[in-house]
């Protein structure tokens, strides 16, 4: 499976050791071989604990080999991985689709859209200057403290996930400063206390005030923020974007794709 993550995706050996390792529960990764058991198909899945009880299986990694697309084979992998949530009374399989035509794809399986992502843009040197005004070094105990203080159904990180993604954020060139996680265009803060800060020094600027416009945004950023739930209401309705992001399959009749939130590190 290793070699064809390496062959589908071209990720490190290290990054992809690391996920399966931390990021595919045996009980839910499946795979589909041909005659000579090369594998030829894969699903990797992880099980997360939300806010207020529920349980979701994350499913990642959907690969096929070129010459072996257009069989079915992914359509009997999630058939299965399926059934197998199903009998382990799991709430709601969950994903994140890498383009649009995947999207339209899975909504065949019926999963609906969830988890949208509200981010707002960054004006010009905003992150440098968080990084020296209201750095603070953040520990993995109180990130987990912070994603358990987020709305009902919302994806909690443990504290092996929060150590995880600090060597994937490392490996891939990101960069973390305390409670601050930043990629090429994305920044993550991972308490709400900075987030307010960020707010009150940003959103004063006259500059921010571009952020209502987007031709005008374009120009003034480099980066977004993306905010958890607990952060949205913290800036003005208008500067925040939304889009979509992920996806749900509820197993259970009492599961609203609506309520369910998750913003995953490691994608």
């Known amino acids: 499976m290793q070699a064809l993550w390496k062959e589908v995706f071209g990720d490190s050996g290290s990054y992809i050791q690391r996920i399966f390792r931390h990021w595919a529960d045996a009980e839910f990764t499946l795979c589909r071989r041909n005659e000579r058991g090369e594998t030829v198909a894969m699903l990797c899945a992880r099980q997360f604990a939300f806010t207020g009880g529920r349980k979701g299986l994350y499913l ?53 859209n969830a988890a949208e992502r509200a981010y707002l843009p960054l004006p010009e040197g905003a992150l440098e200057a968080l990084c020296e005004e209201v750095f603070r070094p953040i520990s993995p105990a109180e990130f987990n403290e912070f994603d358990r203080r987020q709305p009902p159904c919302g994806l909690i990180h443990s504290l092996e996930d929060a150590e995880a993604v600090l060597d994937e954020w490392t490996e891939a060139g990101g960069t973390i400063c305390g409670n601050v996680l930043s990629s090429d265009k994305d920044v993550f803060v991972l308490s709400d206390d900075t987030a307010k800060q960020l707010a009150d020094r940003y959103l004063s600027l006259p500059a921010a005030s571009g952020l209502l416009n987007d031709a005008v945004a374009t120009t003034l950023t480099t980066k977004r923020l993306c905010l958890y739930p607990s952060q949205i209401p913290l800036f003005p309705a208008g500067c925040i974007e939304r889009v979509p992001y ?22």
Do not use: C, N
Request: hydrophobic share 45%.
């Open 60 to 112: 990642h990694g959907l690969a096929t080999r070129p010459d072996h697309r257009g069989q079915g084979l992914m359509t009997q992998l999630i058939d299965a991985v399926r059934d197998k949530a199903l009998a382990a009374s799991l709430d709601f399989l969950f994903l994140i689709p890498a383009s649009e035509s995947l999207r339209q794809w899975y909504s065949t399986f019926g999963f609906k």
């Open 246 to 267: 992920g996806m749900t399959l509820p197993l259970k009749a009492s599961v609203s794709p609506e309520k369910i939130s998750f913003s995953l590190m490691m994608d």
